[in-house]
């Protein structure tokens, strides 16, 4: 294609995006990669269409339904900035690095409702579920973790997502047995409902 064209083609579809209705262009700027999280509930920004159940079928199976959703792919959750904590791992005992946003960060990116009284509903793709409050998410300084030991965590594994807490530095769950520490952490985290 000359370059002329190219450009003349790019004018006229930034246009044609300026001049969309506000919802075709949320659609329109929908995830460039697969959705790894999606959050439901009390958000005001929205990247994605209501609940499908054919196209939701995990989220189906799991008895969820909604309106309106935010999703975010790898890159949008890599783009926000991220933190390392290295909690000991109930799994072999041991300290582990691990990486990614703040929770709360995230809901933000989301338009989240975030009052202290407000609950999050934190669920795996095995449908385990956990509800934690936006207070605790803060005192306790809860991650979507991405990265393990330096390593994108994979499906299958703990990953690719995981929200976790450093446990070794909250005083009240530090004093538990390690077994009972990550109870409110699923990993292979997809879908988060906000309570306002």
Known sequence: MK???FLGRAALAGMAAAALPAAAQAAASKTAGPALLTVTGAIGKVNR????????????KQK???DKAHAFDFAALA????????????YDNKV???RGPLLLDVMKAAGASLGDSGKL??????????????????AQRYIVA?????????LGGLGPLWAIYDADKVHEMAVKPLAERFGSCPWALYHIEVQA
């Open 3 to 5: 370059k002329r064209q």
């Open 49 to 60: 269409g209501r609940f499908d159940p054919v196209r939701d079928q995990m989220m189906f």
């Open 64 to 66: 969820l339904s909604f």
């Open 79 to 90: 783009a926000l900035p991220a933190i390392t904590i290295a909690p000991t791992l109930e």
């Open 96 to 98: 582990h690095t691990l």
């Open 121 to 138: 509903v934190l669920r795996a793709v095995d449908g385990y579920a956990a509800t934690i409050t936006v207070a605790q998410a803060r």
């Open 146 to 154: 991405t990265h393990l030991d330096g390593a994108a965590m994979a």
